[in-house]
């Protein structure tokens, strides 16, 4: 079965102190690999999609990278306003297409002051 | 470019009431999705319409639920005869179709809805 499973599940940073989200699939050819934000009551916002081992992407001070087993989102410098929840995700196989995706639970990011 | 919007953004009713959520996809996206989430965890795919076709329904989704996309463009969702358990956030996401064989496109989430089956 196809799972996605993140850790840790909650990480607390102080304001520039940089470290890395785990995201693990055991999604049989994986066509995408996708990692959201999320505020508390809102909708994931959409950060980047990674669809091959060693493709890097960054944005600000988010850095997510792809191995065959496995992603990594790094963040580095912090600020109190990266709080959130950061979401993977793994399109699987259904019917007749890879539409749906499986999602990790999720890692709750605080960054104190 | 407006992203996906959905209403209502809460709703509150009293167990075996009927209720309906709409989604509005982002324009030109062919593909809508239908997802749940609870407390503390991730969300779980229900329901995707490509065009106005309904191609995959997951086992969480009860004969309760009912899911249509008439003429390809909005999206309702109908809960009958609700229960404490159907209490979470539902979210609508939508996407653009790729040509490429081996890639899943990127969905975009709305804001959600929030129920609250009292």
């Known amino acids: 079965e196809d799972q996605v499973t993140q850790s840790p599940e909650a990480l607390r940073l102080q304001e520039g102190e940089s470290s890395s989200l785990n995201c693990s699939y055991t999604?049989?050819?994986?066509?995408?690999l996708f990692w959201y934000r999320q505020d508390p009551g809102k909708g994931p916002e959409f950060l980047f999609t990674?669809?091959?081992a060693g493709e890097e992407k960054e944005k600000e001070r988010l850095k997510a990278t792809l191995t065959k087993k496995e992603s990594f989102l790094h963040i580095t410098a912090p600020k109190p306003e990266d709080s959130a929840t950061y979401l993977c995700?793994?399109?699987?196989?259904?019917?007749?297409?890879?539409?749906?995706?499986?999602f990790g639970q999720g890692t709750i990011l605080t960054v104190h002051p | 470019d407006t992203g996906v919007s959905q209403d209502p953004r809460h709703k509150i009713t009293k167990r075996g009431q009927n209720v309906t959520f709409r989604c509005d996809p982002i324009?030109?996206?062919?593909?809508l999705y239908w997802y749940r989430q609870t407390l503390g965890q991730g969300p779980e795919f229900l329901t995707y319409?490509?065009?106005?076709?309904?191609?995959?329904k997951s086992r969480l989704l009860s004969d309760r639920f009912s899911a249509e996309r008439p003429k390809g463009s909005f999206s309702t969702l109908e809960i009958q005869r609700t229960e404490q358990g159907d209490s979470a956030m539902y979210l609508c996401?939508?996407?653009?179709?790729?040509?490429?064989?081996?890639?899943?496109?990127?969905?975009?989430f709305g804001p959600g809805t929030r129920l609250l089956v009292l």
């Open positions: 996401a939508s996407s653009r179709q790729l040509l490429l064989p081996r890639a899943t496109e990127t969905q975009y």
């Open positions: 999604v049989s050819g994986l066509r995408g």
């Open positions: 990674l669809y091959s």
């Open positions: 995700a793994g399109p699987t196989a259904g019917g007749t297409s890879y539409g749906k995706l499986t």
């Open positions: 324009s030109e996206h062919n593909r």
């Open positions: 319409f490509q065009n106005e076709a309904q191609l995959e």
